[in-house]
């Protein structure tokens, strides 16, 4: 299962599913960062599944 944390969540919420052995990323590692929009966290989702 993936995981994609969004800003409002902690980052070290993705840094705990990872030590759970699922796959995550919080928007903060994104090129953006914080301030990827919405569409674009939306396209990832989708590309990613």
């Known amino acids: 299962m993936k995981f ?3 800003a409002q969540l ?3 919420l993705a840094d705990w599913l990872r030590g759970a052995g699922y796959e995550a990323v ?3 590692e994104l090129p953006a960062g914080n ?5 674009d966290i939306n396209a990832l989702s989708v590309a990613e599944q």
């Open 4 to 6: 994609l944390i969004d």
């Open 10 to 12: 902690p980052r070290r």
């Open 26 to 28: 919080h928007t903060l």
């Open 35 to 39: 301030r990827t929009q919405d569409y």
